[in-house]
């Protein structure tokens, strides 16, 4: 199989790679578990100052790691340096806290002494998306390095550099053979190493048929995994919201990274008494947007991350007007060359239509009207997806007392859903299960090993 890399604004291909031949993926693999049986006796101090040599690594590449994430997804160039700050500040979060999230966990036992011991569990198997290149590996790959496990990473086959550029980050950095090791293979082929007996845990951030693959080769060989699946956020705009924050929250929560986003706000829900004054400004600064090359400064919405990708949102709008959906706002493709799709507002939503329950991967939002906050908070759990949710409100203690009869995993008052390394990330439903990020995410592929101590009399 060829793996290329394509630059979305252009759909011309830029680089193309051959995928690892099967003796040099066995060769990964090995060099991943011998380098576990070392790196599990390193020290936090040595974990920590591998991680820290690549934050600053990351942020003095600022510039070119940059521009390769929007060459190869079609991210804002802007957004694109954002993110390498913020992969930065994961390596540099776990490198700074991981010894106190990982020290002894004292017990109190009715007899004899006890303690929890987080100790690493060997080699793990990431399998991570194309739509944050740097983040989403720095999220999963900076704690469990800091547990001591070692990372074989599956990156999206659409950013064949950004894996390879991250690799070569830690060789730069001087990571231990093994430690961390990009795999330029199919995401099939990664799913089949799953049964790898040498490897000890898997974690996905894709899609719902992805995860659910590798979850079923994980419970298959009694793997320990972690999902991080779609979603399909809602944005709550209660009678009492500030109307003109929760329009500019919306905005940037619904076209952020171009509206690939997973936690990104979808579907907008606003209760009837300021309905129509949120939708007439929304619609207004959405229309206003500025789409263009992703790599020039003042465009706000560039490319999907593919051709593919375009099609199919643009025909999932179709499918939605088609079943009675109104397009208040664009509705097709833009006219230009590249992986271009307007800026979409739908209308008239009913639970039969498709895009009702589907996950929009783009700039396209659904708007729907609602009596009341029951009826808001009833139609925001209304899917089989639990990711985020956001609510907008001047009552802050209302606000909780909605947020707490959402279904999902994060929710997020007068603000879109959003993350930094110190708060956890996570869904429930559809949208997966596990946690990262923040103490939780360095909770998940650990063996909590009891220890207990007696003395030689105590009774049994």
């Given at each position: 199989?060829?793996?290329?890399?394509?630059?979305?604004?252009?759909?011309?291909?830029?680089?193309?790679?051959?995928?690892?031949?099967?003796?040099?993926?066995?060769?990964?693999?090995?060099?991943?578990?011998?380098?576990?049986?070392?790196?599990?006796?390193?020290?936090?101090?040595?974990?920590?100052?591998?991680?820290?040599?690549?934050?600053?690594?990351?942020?003095?590449?600022?510039?070119?790691?940059?521009?390769?994430?929007?060459?190869?997804?079609?991210?804002?160039?802007?957004?694109?340096?954002?993110?390498?700050?913020?992969?930065?500040?994961?390596?540099?979060?776990?490198?700074?806290?991981?010894?106190?999230?990982?020290?002894?966990?004292?017990?109190?036992?009715?007899?004899?002494?006890?303690?929890?011991?987080?100790?690493?569990?060997?080699?793990?198997?990431?399998?991570?998306?194309?739509?944050?290149?740097?983040?989403?590996?720095?999220?999963?790959?900076?704690?469990?390095?800091?547990?001591?496990?070692?990372?074989?990473?599956?990156?999206?086959?659409?950013?064949?550099?950004?894996?390879?550029?991250?690799?070569?980050?830690?060789?730069?950095?001087?990571?231990?053979?093994?430690?961390?090791?990009?795999?330029?293979?199919?995401?099939?082929?990664?799913?089949?190493?799953?049964?790898?007996?040498?490897?000890?845990g898997v974690s996905l951030t894709g899609s719902e048929e992805a995860g659910s693959k590798i979850a079923e080769q994980a419970g298959k060989y009694l793997k320990?995994?972690?999902?991080?699946?779609?979603?399909?956020?809602?944005?709550?705009?209660?009678?009492?919201?500030?109307?003109?924050?929760?329009?500019?929250?919306?905005?940037?929560?619904?076209?952020?990274?171009?509206?690939?986003?997973?936690?990104?706000?979808?579907?907008?829900?606003?209760?009837?008494?300021?309905?129509?004054?949120?939708?007439?400004?929304?619609?207004?600064?959405?229309?206003?947007?500025?789409?263009?090359?992703?790599?020039?400064?003042?465009?706000?919405?560039?490319?999907?991350?593919?051709?593919?990708?375009?099609?199919?949102?643009?025909?999932?709008?179709?499918?939605?007007?088609?079943?009675?959906?109104?397009?208040?706002?664009?509705?097709?493709?833009?006219?230009?060359?590249?992986?271009?799709?307007?800026?979409?507002?739908?209308?008239?939503?009913?639970?039969?239509?498709?895009?009702?329950?589907?996950?929009?991967?783009?700039?396209?939002?659904?708007?729907?009207?609602?009596?009341?906050?029951?009826?808001?908070?009833?139609?925001?759990?209304?899917?089989?997806?639990g990711l985020g949710c956001s609510i907008f409100t001047e009552d802050v203690e209302k606000g909780k007392i909605v947020a707490d009869q959402i279904d999902a995993?994060?929710?997020?008052?007068?603000?879109?859903?959003?993350?930094?390394?110190?708060?956890?990330?996570?869904?429930?439903?559809?949208?997966?299960?596990?946690?990262?990020?923040?103490?939780?995410?360095?909770?998940?592929?650990?063996?909590?090993?009891?220890?207990?101590?007696?003395?030689?009399?105590?009774?049994?």
């Open positions: 199989m060829l793996i290329q890399s394509v630059n979305p604004a252009t759909n011309k291909i830029v680089k193309s790679f051959d995928e690892m031949t099967d003796e040099n993926l066995e060769i990964a693999v090995a060099n991943s578990k011998l380098a576990s049986e070392n790196w599990k006796k390193s020290s936090y101090k040595e974990r920590g100052n591998l991680l820290k040599k690549v934050a600053v690594l990351m942020r003095s590449k600022k510039t070119e790691l940059s521009k390769l994430i929007t060459l190869e997804m079609g991210k804002i160039i802007a957004q694109a340096e954002g993110e390498i700050d913020l992969s930065a500040d994961i390596f540099d979060y776990y490198a700074d806290n991981a010894e106190a999230f990982l020290q002894d966990k004292p017990l109190g036992p009715k007899l004899g002494k006890a303690f929890i011991r987080h100790s690493p569990i060997g080699v793990l198997l990431g399998v991570q998306p194309w739509n944050f290149p740097f983040y989403q590996v720095a999220r999963f790959a900076a704690p469990n390095i800091m547990i001591g496990n070692t990372i074989l990473l599956k990156h999206a086959s659409l950013v064949p550099q950004c894996g390879i550029a991250i690799e070569n980050l830690f060789i730069e950095a001087g990571a231990p053979k093994g430690v961390y090791t990009n795999l330029l293979i199919s995401g099939k082929r990664a799913s089949a190493i799953v049964s790898d007996e040498r490897i000890k320990k995994s972690v999902l991080e699946l779609g979603g399909n956020d809602a944005f709550i705009i209660l009678e009492d919201a500030n109307i003109d924050k929760a329009v500019e929250w919306a905005v940037v929560g619904r076209i952020n990274n171009n509206g690939e986003c997973c936690v990104a706000s979808k579907r907008f829900i606003a209760v009837e008494k300021i309905a129509d004054e949120f939708l007439e400004k929304f619609t207004k600064k959405m229309k206003n947007l500025v789409i263009g090359d992703p790599m020039d400064p003042k465009t706000e919405l560039g490319p999907l991350s593919s051709e593919d990708a375009a099609k199919k949102i643009a025909d999932q709008v179709k499918r939605a007007i088609d079943a009675g959906a109104t397009a208040l706002l664009g509705g097709k493709r833009s006219d230009r060359d590249g992986a271009f799709m307007d800026p979409t507002i739908l209308t008239d939503l009913k639970p039969e239509n498709p895009a009702y329950s589907e996950e929009l991967f783009g700039p396209v939002a659904s708007f729907y009207r609602v009596k009341n906050e029951e009826d808001a908070i009833k139609l925001a759990n209304d899917s089989s997806f995993g994060m929710v997020f008052i007068n603000h879109p859903t959003w993350t930094q390394p110190d708060l956890p990330f996570g869904g429930t439903k559809g949208s997966g299960y596990g946690r990262e990020l923040s103490e939780l995410g360095i909770d998940e592929f650990v063996n909590k090993k009891l220890i207990r101590i007696s003395g030689l009399n105590d009774p049994m």
